[in-house]
């Protein structure tokens, strides 16, 4: 089975900035999405932002909007979340996942939904 695997995550400062960076495990099938989702303690888990397999369409949380970017390496399909202007509230931990392409439906819209197929285990963000 497809492993999602995050890295890059940490504490910092708030105002810095930090990136984390998710890979699969293994090969996944051409034009797979993917984006981040992230949880806080007592909070329900919210999509953060998705990318399209082409990198074409661009999904992100109001919240984040102009601090946070999603990004893709297509020859890894690995995905990467530069985060800029960090808030206490941006702490939580922050989920990768993935969505393979099924005919008639938007791939990063339906991911950045919550329809995902694959999961990572999570990173902790911690901004102070």
């Known amino acids: 089975h497809v492993q999602l695997v995050e890295s890059g995550g940490g504490s910092v400062q708030a105002g810095g900035s930090l990136k984390v960076s998710c890979a699969p495990s293994a090969v996944v099938p051409k034009n797979t999405c993917m984006g981040w989702f992230r949880q806080a303690p007592g909070k329900e888990r919210e999509g953060v932002a998705a990318?399209?397999?082409?990198?074409?369409?661009?999904h992100y949380a109001d919240s984040v909007k102009g601090r946070f970017t999603i990004s893709q390496d297509m020859a890894k399909n690995t995905v990467h979340l530069e985060m800029n202007s960090l808030k206490p509230e941006d702490t939580a931990t922050y989920y990768c996942?993935?969505?393979?392409?099924?005919?008639?439906?938007?791939?990063?819209?339906?991911?950045?939904?919550?329809?995902?197929?694959?999961w990572g285990q999570g990173t902790q963000v911690t901004v102070s």
């Open positions: 990318i399209s397999g082409s990198g074409s369409a661009l």
């Open positions: 996942a993935a969505r393979r392409q099924q005919l008639g439906v938007a791939c990063s819209s339906a991911l950045f939904q919550g329809y995902a197929d694959y």
